[in-house]
């Protein structure tokens, strides 16, 4: 067995990282708008409308509320 398959077979053996907290909306949005703000100062116009994107999509949405008149 070479040297390569040994390192394969130890990792596949450790399996993958642990997973990390789960982030809140308001962290991600934070993130997502920090990044958009960079790609902006950065003049990277299709990144930016990219996060745009990301952003109006991990925004929260309130439907209004049938009072069932």
Do not use: F, Y
């Amino acid at each position: 067995m070479s040297l390569l398959s040994v390192r394969l077979s130890r990792a596949l053996e450790r399996g993958r990282a642990a997973p990390t907290a789960d982030r809140s909306r308001a962290e991600l949005l934070r993130v997502l708008l920090r990044k958009r703000a960079a790609a902006h100062n950065a003049g990277a116009e299709e990144l930016e409308a990219m996060l745009r994107d990301q952003i109006r999509w991990s925004l929260p949405i309130q439907r209004p509320v049938d009072h069932g008149d």
